[in-house]
């Protein structure tokens, strides 16, 4: 074969269709709590926040969820997305296996963020909304939310963590380009950002402090509603266009994962690309072994406990069953800065509880030598984030050779990294440190997580 072959899809094959998991497990997810109350809340309590047609979406257990045309229409810009067979980098590894990716920096915003923040846009404009806040820790989600708002004409106003606002100046001039605000949070715009500087002045920020401050600002106006990049149940949905394509294009390919893989922070672009193969395989199809990659820095998934917390530091957030660190937890200032956050997408925990995926840590310098040898043989340099998934990948075809069985790998490249060279002249100059937590640290961590009877 030759060294790198593309599958593209005719747009006529672009799913019609988010597909929603719930439908396929075993058992529920678990309810979402008020936090006041501790009671499941009821969707007048997420009014206040997000529109109807996304908390219905929220709570959804139908199988299919309809995309709605003009969202269909904004994705036909860059989707489908390609779906490459990594010919060279098998051959630099020298592997039996076929190594498939779908590369999700095509976007204009350069992740797989757009595919959440355009329906999103969508149905707030439907609802009249008027304005979104949300969060941004590395400054992806910031920016696709800002180019999606400049699509449907909302204003965007970003709450982006201090230490990258300042470490990042591009992302912020991007977002402004699209015509969002970007502020540093903690700010003194809210009761959450000003709490947190009078305690700490110098604070750096976390994801945690920015979703309390974008929480705070969308509670409060009528007009204003707030959005989130991860996470939550119906981010996840809209991020399975991305698996629904692949099934499609290895389909010409004449092909089908045995193992696949993604990058986890929130959980959203592992959700997309992983949950219609895990769906296929829930109602009798084949079942591809499949392997969350994740920081041993931030490691929610393999070393966090699973159960409720909140989703954010000022605890104004409903309660969430999760695999958490606690939402105390502040990470390091390692690079992969979408990979930081305390908590895991409900969906994903429940799915490692049933044992239909597999959680696995890796430290950040090991994920940037994956990245230059995946940059050297197929050209793409990745996200810091997305090297995770790279680099789980490798492991997985470097086991291939040693077993000498030809497997296929799936895997996740869910942005370039072109806006964070700083991380790759860091890895360089061998300034990255690898951080590994004790049991000890972990605890007092996970100390102060709240009390919940139905524990
Ligand atoms: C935001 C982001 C992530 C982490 O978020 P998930 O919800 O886990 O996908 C990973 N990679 C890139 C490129 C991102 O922008």
């Known amino acids: ?31 979402v709590l008020h936090p006041g109350t501790l009671q499941p809340v009821g969707p007048q309590d997420l009014e206040p926040l997000f529109p109807t047609a996304l908390i219905q979406q929220e709570v959804s257990a139908e199988r299919t969820i309809e995309i709605p045309e003009p969202v269909r229409e904004v994705y036909r810009q860059w989707r489908p997305s390609p779906l490459y067979r990594a010919g060279r980098l098998e051959r630099a590894l020298d592997t039996p296996a076929r190594i498939y990716y779908k590369y999700e920096g095509v976007s204009p915003a350069g992740s797989h963020k757009p595919n959440t ?41 970003v709450f982006m963590v201090k230490v990258s606002f300042e470490q990042k100046p591009y992302r912020k001039a991007l977002m402004e380009a699209w015509g969002a605000e970007c502020v540093a949070s903690p700010s003194t715009e809210t009761n959450a950002g000003r709490h947190i500087l009078a305690e700490h002045p110098n604070s750096l920020g976390s994801l945690g402090i920015a979703i309390s401050e974008a929480v705070e600002v969308a509670a409060q106006d009528a007009d204003t509603k707030y959005s989130l990049g991860s996470v939550l149940n119906h981010v996840l949905l809209h991020q399975t266009v991305i698996g629904q394509e692949a099934m ?57 406990r699973y159960a409720y917390d909140f989703g954010d530091t000022g605890h104004l ?39 239909l995926i597999e959680s696995r840590a890796l430290t950040q310098n090991s994920c940037f030598e994956a ?85």
Not at 147 to 155: E, I, K, P, W
Not at 251 to 256: G, H, I, K, L, S
Not at 261 to 282: E, H, K, M, Y
Not at 322 to 345: D, E, I, K, N, Q
């Open 1 to 31: 074969m030759s060294d790198t072959v593309k599958y593209l899809l005719d747009e006529t094959r672009l799913p019609k269709d988010w597909y929603n998991i719930v439908a396929d497990l075993p058992r529920p997810p678990e309810p």
């Open 371 to 455: 990245g230059i040898k995946f940059a050297r043989t197929e050209g793409v340099l990745p996200a810091p984030e997305a090297n995770h998934a790279v680099c789980g990948t490798i492991d997985e075809a470097l086991r291939c050779k040693a077993e000498g069985i030809g497997r296929t790998i799936l895997f996740n490249l869910c942005g370039h990294g072109h806006f964070d060279m700083q991380a790759y002249i860091d890895y360089r100059s061998g300034k990255l440190a690898d951080y590994a937590y004790d049991e000890a640290e972990l605890r007092a961590a996970l100390a102060g997580l709240p009390k919940v009877a139905a524990e």
């Open 248 to 304: 499609a294009q290895l389909e010409m390919a004449d092909d089908y994962p045995d193992i696949i893989v993604g990058c986890t922070g929130g959980g959203s672009n592992f959700a997309g690309i992983t949950f219609p193969f895990i769906g296929a395989g829930l109602r009798g199809g084949p079942k591809p072994r499949v392997i969350a990659c994740e920081p041993t820095a931030c490691p929610s998934l393999t070393r966090g």
């Open 317 to 355: 957030t409903p309660l969430v069953k999760m695999h958490t660190l606690g939402s105390t937890f502040v990470p390091p200032g390692f690079h992969a800065g979408g990979l930081r956050y305390h908590g895991m997408a409900p969906l994903v925990s429940l799915l490692q509880e049933l044992g």
């Open 117 to 157: 923040a355009v329906a999103q846009a969508f149905y707030n404009k439907e609802a009249g909304v008027k304005r979104l806040t949300t969060e941004t820790g590395a400054g992806q989600w910031g920016s696709a939310l800002a180019f999606a708002g400049a699509v449907f004409g909302l204003d965007v106003r």
